[in-house]
Structure formats: structure tokens, C-alpha cells
T-cell receptor
Framework: AQKITQTQPGMFVQEKEAVTLDCTYD???????LFWYKQPSSGEMIFLIY????DEQNATEGRYSLNFQKARKSANLVISASQLGDSAMYFC????????????WGAGTKLIIKP | GAVVSQHPSWVICKSGTSVKIECRSL??????MFWYRQFPKQSLMLMAT?????????EQGVEKDKFLINHASLTLSTLTVTSAHPEDSSFYIC???????????????FGPGTRLTVL
């Protein structure tokens, strides 16, 4: 079974609208971390946001927020007021306990912002 | 903070030659570095985990003798693709684990990647 599932291969969103990118995960660990990375066409992977499994508050970083629903095992990324520069691939990843800091990656969602 | 450089950014080589890719953490020390390979329109595929001063741990299916990894210092890891063939053409990207020093998130920070084309 896949440990990280991103069900949206691609999304088109109008500029300035908010967008939610879905991510569900599967783990039996109690301690784990969830991450979102952005990969523009240039190829670099840019760390966006982190949520720890014990964090009670949803993580926020500027226009990015993580909608963490632990019981549903979902960690959706919300981008508010989207901009043309947000067009990129977005990857959800999970780090489990005792994993030597390895990340388990989702398949990614290609987000295109329309002007 | 947490800047990782990778060199070269792209390389074209002839079949049978070896190519070395460098990954450096510029403003932090990285006890653990990771090497990934990424095919077009796909997610990252972990090749190996490299801990400073010890041998790299390779993922299943990755040939250790073909993809030589050296993590000689806390800021430098190298990946050498030996006797490269066209099927080795890919996007190779490294990452370095940054601890909690300096208020950073303890996660992997990535280099810009190296696009390898083997003719």
C-alpha cells in the first residue's frame, strides 16, 4: 500500500484564488513528520512547510498552511492568494520514526496558475 | 540558511566515461546527505543515504559499484557515476539534513540538481 497518496495529478487555478493540494498518508508510527516541497521547472526542490504528528496547531508559513487532520491521516497544503510563480510540482512527504531521516514521497501534483 | 549547492548543474558525457557530482552544504554541517534520481514527470527515487565518515547505505536495486558515494566531510558528498551508459541519463539531486541549529526545520534541504546526459 502506498504510504503517501496525492490524488490530484494536475490542477488549474485562477490567479489570486486559494488552492488546496491533497495528501493522505499511512503509517503505524505515533511519531512522524509531514512535509511539503515545491519543485519549479528549474528542478530545485524547495522546502515549504512541516507538520509534526504531535503538533496541535496547523503549521503556517506565509501564504502556505497545512490542514492537518490526524484522524483522517490527511495533510493538505493550502496556498492562499495564489500567484503565477506558484506554478510548479508539489510533493508531499513523510518521515517516520527511526527512518534515518529518510523521506517517503508522494507522486506529486502539478499546479498551474492561470492569469 | 540551509543552502545546498550541487555541481555541475548539467553534464553531457560519452558512454563509458565516469562523471562526478558534488553536493555541498554551504551554511550548515550535514551529518546525513541523500542522493536521489528523478525521471521526467515522476517523484524522487532515493538512491542512497550517506553519513559522514561511514559507508553509504544504498537502496535496493541501486548498484553500489556503479554509483560511488563518498561523504568525506560534514559539508561535502560526491556521487560518481562510473562507466556511464545512456540509461544512466537522468536528473540527479542531492539533499542534506539540517538539524535544529539556527532555528531551522530538521528536514532535508536540496541542491539544484544535476542533469546528466550520456551519449
Amino acid at each position: 500500500a502506498q504510504k503517501i497518496t496525492q490524488t490530484q495529478p494536475g490542477m488549474f487555478v485562477q490567479e489570486k484564488e486559494a488552492v488546496t493540494l491533497d495528501c493522505t498518508y499511512d503509517t503505524s508510527d505515533q511519531s512522524y513528520g509531514l512535509f511539503w516541497y515545491k519543485q519549479p521547472s528549474s528542478g530545485e526542490m524547495i522546502f515549504l512547510i512541516y507538520q509534526g504528528s504531535y503538533d496541535e496547531q496547523n503549521a503556517t508559513e506565509g501564504r502556505y498552511s497545512l490542514n492537518f487532520q490526524k484522524a483522517r491521516k490527511s495533510a493538505n497544503l493550502v496556498i492562499s492568494a495564489s500567484q503565477l510563480g506558484d506554478s510548479a510540482m508539489y510533493f508531499c512527504a513523510m518521515r517516520e520514526a527511526y527512518s534515518n531521516y529518510q523521506l517517503i514521497w508522494g507522486a506529486g501534483t502539478k499546479l498551474i496558475i492561470k492569469p | 540558511g540551509a543552502v545546498v549547492s550541487q555541481h555541475p548543474s548539467w553534464v553531457i558525457c560519452k558512454s563509458g566515461t565516469s562523471v562526478k557530482i558534488e553536493c555541498r552544504s554551504l551554511d550548515f554541517q550535514a551529518t546525513t546527505m541523500f542522493w536521489y534520481r528523478q525521471f521526467p514527470k515522476q517523484s524522487l527515487m532515493l538512491m542512497a543515504t550517506s553519513n559522514e565518515g561511514s559507508k553509504a547505505t544504498y537502496e535496493q536495486g541501486v548498484e553500489k559499484d556503479k554509483f560511488l558515494i563518498n561523504h568525506a566531510s560534514l559539508t561535502l558528498s560526491t556521487l560518481t557515476v562510473t562507466s556511464a551508459h545512456p540509461e544512466d541519463s537522468s536528473f540527479y539531486i542531492c539533499s542534506a539534513r539540517a538539524g535544529l541549529a539556527g532555528g531551522q526545520t530538521d528536514t532535508q534541504y536540496f541542491g539544484p540538481g544535476t542533469r546528466l546526459t550520456v551519449l
